[in-house]
């Protein structure tokens, strides 16, 4: 900065005010993009236990995306470091994003699922760290916290108006679409690409980029190894954290199973729906106070403290499960608890990178927090899928376990 205001063809940035063009059109976009994500994520499970699908198979698809979208982070990052500019490949991928759930309308069996859900994050994994560096970019460090937690805000009410949508939109094509569920379902994926492509469209017409000069001669493997030594650190902590932070539609599943005795199957899915917009809602309402308090005390304590929270959860929710009891109260506080974790999680790990990483570097940065957290949710949701089939409290025991060691070692970071 140095004391002169950044410009892109002569319009400036701003990059004093914490909400500023930038901040509000990342936000809006995000809101868009996970209003459709979470449109089908809300109705996948149902969807794939109408296939026939297992548990396991839902760990299978949700890791092996993930770990798709994870890989690509990290190429996507170091590219935009390379080229000096992000927003075009970032358009591209919310593009590709948006239209993936759609997918899921033409799936007979979890194969094609899975394929649509690999598209789904092969997008987000394009579009993920770039929209992060642009984001620390476009405002000052003092206030950082509060910047991206209002955009995890706005990104995450769009996970709470999305299955909220989805639930209204259940009820109304099924009385329009015939007595066959599995049409009603195909249809709400089909519609999930209307906001998708929209999120895409913001981008592209709102945000601003500052480009840099490029570096063609920046290669891979040394720009991962420029990276702080603090930083490393705390991606270790991270990644044990990662391995066991299970995929959150688990906790659908589990709801749906521990309710259908005495509810249903129908009702089940439809209280589990709303469960999960409570989650959102928690996920939605704690990044922006959590941000804005980490700019005062630090990053470290609070994000150790969201990991805790994710380890209490998992014990409970296997506990429930191993008794086969678990009314919609109980499950609320889970659930709720869970999305607050996750608020804490994705803000203070953004901010913390932003922190430690160099401009210059921040695209590589953030593909390998993607990379981390990647890897570490294919061997959650595998691991925990897997061992929950032989029993429950094993599956979400080891998740607690690896929990409670990431917030140790993110504590140790200095």
Do not use: C
């Not at 994710?310 to 659930?335: C, D, E, H, N, R």
């Amino acid at each position: 900065m140095n004391g002169s205001r950044p410009t892109i063809n002569d319009t400036p940035l701003q990059p004093e005010r914490w909400l500023n063009r930038n901040v509000v059109g990342m936000t809006l976009t995000s809101f868009l993009s996970d209003l459709g994500h979470e449109m089908a994520t809300s109705i996948l499970p149902a969807f794939l236990a109408m296939l026939g699908a297992p548990p396991a198979a839902l760990g299978a698809i949700e890791g092996i995306a993930d770990a798709t979208s994870s890989f690509v982070k990290l190429g996507t990052g170091w590219i935009s470091d390379r080229l000096g500019h992000r927003k075009a490949v970032t358009v591209g991928g919310y593009a590709l994003t948006g239209i993936s759930q759609a997918i899921f309308a033409f799936a007979h069996g979890w194969g094609l699922v899975l394929v649509g859900r690999v598209v789904g994050w092969f997008g987000r994994g394009i579009k993920g760290p770039l929209r992060s560096a642009m984001m620390a970019d476009s405002v000052p460090a003092s206030v950082r916290g509060k910047a991206i937690g209002f955009h995890r805000a706005g990104d995450t009410l769009g996970a709470v108006v999305g299955p909220l949508l989805a639930v209204v939109l259940l009820p109304f094509l099924h009385a329009r679409l015939g007595s066959d569920p599995g049409r009603t379902l195909r249809a709400v994926f089909l519609l999930t690409a209307i906001p998708g492509l929209a999120a895409a469209a913001v981008f592209a017409l709102v945000v601003q980029e500052r480009r840099r000069a490029p570096n063609h001669t920046l290669r891979f493997w040394t720009a991962v190894g420029s990276l702080p030594t603090r930083l490393r650190r705390a991606m270790l902590g991270v990644g044990l954290f990662g391995t066991g932070d299970f995929s959150h539609t688990l906790m659908i599943l589990a709801a749906i199973q521990l309710l259908t005795p005495s509810l249903g199957t129908v009702k089940a899915s439809a209280v589990a729906g709303l469960l999960y917009v409570l989650h959102n809602s928690t996920y939605a309402l704690s990044p922006f106070p959590v941000g804005a308090l980490s700019d005062r005390m630090g990053r470290r304590p609070l994000l150790s403290a969201g990991y805790l929270i994710g380890a209490a959860v998992s014990v409970a929710l296997g506990v429930m499960l191993t008794q086969g009891k678990g009314g919609w109260i109980a499950l609320g506080v889970l659930f709720a608890l869970g999305g607050a974790m996750l608020g804490i999680k994705d803000t203070l790990e953004d901010a913390i990178v932003a922190d430690f990483a160099d401009a210059e570097l921040r695209g590589t940065a953030y593909g390998v927090l993607g990379t981390v957290n990647g890897v570490g949710d294919l061997v959650s949701s595998v691991v925990v899928g897997a061992l929950w089939t032989l029993h429950p409290l094993w599956g979400f025991g080891y998740a607690a376990v690896m929990m409670a060691l990431g917030a140790v070692v993110v504590m140790r970071v200095n």
